[in-house]
């Protein structure tokens, strides 16, 4: 499939050159939006025109002219739209390919990209104060950051996942006390934590227990489990005390002053990030000589890159936007590449049952718990709607769409699909139906629209999965499956794969086509990390 689109290219190169046309630009071949426009489009005419000193559509002419000669075999026509695109249009048979690619490659190897090799990237997501249950909201970061992994893993990076636990601070001695309160039957101080789950875990509390111990354990055992449910591992659970008693954040800053970026001023120490894009500089000790926030995350930083990590993705929500700029100066002060350290912003969700927003907070006991929500709705269809939208903006997660079990339900639309693939596959099993080889079977019978649909968006999964890799973008592989599996169940509704009216031959060709389905849906829930039944 891509060595067709390389061909297509290769043949407008050689018409430009042809033409004693030279630019320096790249040639753009994308497909279009509606299919009556061809199969692929490119604006080379347009981009060319004003270098090449013609008029796009008398450009556009000529390079047809100059590559119909050239063209591959599968090219059935080219033409002119517009101001000067040129569209080709393929025979059927490229969808064959396509479809026997797939096939051949099966799940593990059709649409995997080597872009990645030999890039180590440490991914650190969700990382929630350990100060309770992740809350509902918590499930986007840990769908998102699992399925970007999964993502760059099929696209050939060498991928850790990451937890960072802010385990140091002012919180974790609120979270403390509150603990403590609640076991002695006092009342909670009114900047400490009084969810329900305090009172819960206080009456779970040994009486001899330390509160700050045992309800730090008793977090890290409830953030596993519930990621757990989810299908999330952690290669690491990276605490924050673990920088200071390694000594880490005084060798990070023994490490800037001898760079020449900290200075003193008014008792504090400043790190110079003005030096490196920053709008100002920035107090990493303060007057009283503790740390600000900022000189342990830069030796946070310091640490994944001293551990060979040659990318890092931190995964983090909207608020922290303004602190994207001081960490990035903070690396670069350090002497490493920022371009090496991408953070990705994400919207918060926005949680409805019966029509009203339920409320996410946990200092203040209105929290509904991610587990809960894991219990309710299950992890496949949890997973999906996190993954429904672009992480930078709002989601709206509807707990009574996503628990019914309805076409309005996306995962229930797309995993039914799959569930009706294996139907198929067991149907022609039980009939006896051998499959023939590829070598034996009629794929020109393959003319419906409905099967050239589906065939059509099967040949996108490559470049869709290499473009959501590229944009850190999941969403748009929930988007292809789901667009997949809606053209399936047409196909499914107007096209049978075996009985009365369908040849054998037909059959054969559409077994082939529904086998493609369920490759192309199985690579699409194993990057989402969702389940692929074969009975709903």
Wanted: glycine share 8%; charged share 25%; hydrophobic share 40%.
């Amino acid at each position: 499939m891509s060595s067709i689109k390389q061909n297509l290219i290769e043949c407008l190169k050689q018409g430009l050159k042809s033409l004693d046309i030279n630019v320096a630009i790249g040639i753009g071949l994308e497909r279009p939006a509606r299919k009556e426009h061809g199969d692929w489009s490119s604006n080379i005419a347009l981009a060319a025109a004003k270098p090449a000193g013609v008029p796009p559509r008398v450009l556009a002419q000529k390079l047809v002219e100059s590559m119909e000669p050239i063209c591959p075999s599968v090219v059935k026509e080219i033409q002119i739209a517009g101001p000067g695109f040129i569209n080709f249009y393929l025979h059927d048979s490229w969808l064959y390919e396509v479809m026997l690619e797939a096939i051949s490659l099966g799940e593990n190897n059709f649409g995997r990209s080597e872009i990645g090799k030999s890039i180590s990237v440490n991914v650190e997501f969700v990382s929630a104060n350990p100060t309770g249950p992740l809350h509902a909201g918590g499930g986007r970061w840990a769908a998102f950051g699992d399925s970007l992994c999964n993502l760059l893993q099929f696209c050939g990076y060498k991928v850790h996942r990451e937890y960072y636990l802010n385990d140091r601070g002012k919180q974790m001695q609120l979270f403390a006390q509150s603990l403590a309160a609640k076991k002695a039957g006092k009342e909670v101080d009114s900047n400490g934590y009084q969810g329900e789950y305090i009172t819960e875990w206080a009456a779970e509390m040994p009486d001899d227990a330390d509160p700050a111990l045992w309800g730090y354990d008793r977090v890290l055992k409830d953030l596993r489990e519930t990621l757990a449910k989810m299908g999330v591992y952690f290669d690491t659970w990276y605490s924050e005390n673990s920088l200071i008693e390694s000594g880490a954040i005084d060798q990070t800053l023994e490490k800037l002053s001898s760079r020449g970026v900290v200075y003193e001023l008014d008792g504090a120490t400043w790190l110079r990030t003005t030096a490196f894009d920053d709008d100002k500089d920035r107090v990493i000790i303060r007057s009283d000589g503790q740390p600000t926030y900022v000189l342990p995350d830069i030796a946070y930083h310091r640490d994944k890159f001293q551990r060979g990590f040659d990318l890092l993705i931190d995964i983090w929500g909207s608020d922290h936007h303004g602190y994207v700029t001081r960490l990035k100066a903070g690396v670069a002060a350090l002497g490493y590449d920022p371009n090496c350290l991408e953070v990705i912003l994400g919207q918060l969700v926005t949680l409805v049952k019966n029509g009203q927003p339920v409320r996410l907070s946990k200092r203040t006991g209105d929290m509904v718990a991610l587990s809960d929500v894991l219990d309710a709705v299950g992890p496949d269809a949890a997973r999906l709607t996190f993954l429904l939208q672009s992480i930078d903006t709002r989601l709206v997660f509807d707990l009574d769409v996503v628990s019914s079990n309805t076409m309005e339900n996306p995962v229930y639309y797309i995993q039914y699909a799959y569930a009706r693939v294996a139907s198929i596959a067991k149907v022609a099993k039980e009939r006896g139906i051998v499959q023939l080889s590829p070598q034996e079977v009629d794929f020109s019978l393959l003319v419906h629209e409905r099967e050239k649909d589906l065939l059509r968006a099967l040949s996108e999964l490559p470049e869709t999965i290499l473009l959501a890799c590229n944009e850190r973008a999941p969403y748009k592989i929930t988007n292809w499956v789901r667009d997949f599996a809606g053209r399936f169940h047409g196909f499914y509704h107007d096209c049978y794969v075996m009985g009365e009216g369908i040849s054998p031959q037909l059959t054969q060709a559409r077994l082939y086509l529904v086998e493609a389905v369920r490759i192309g849906l199985n690579i699409g829930l194993k990057i989402l990390g969702v389940s692929a039944p074969e009975e709903m």
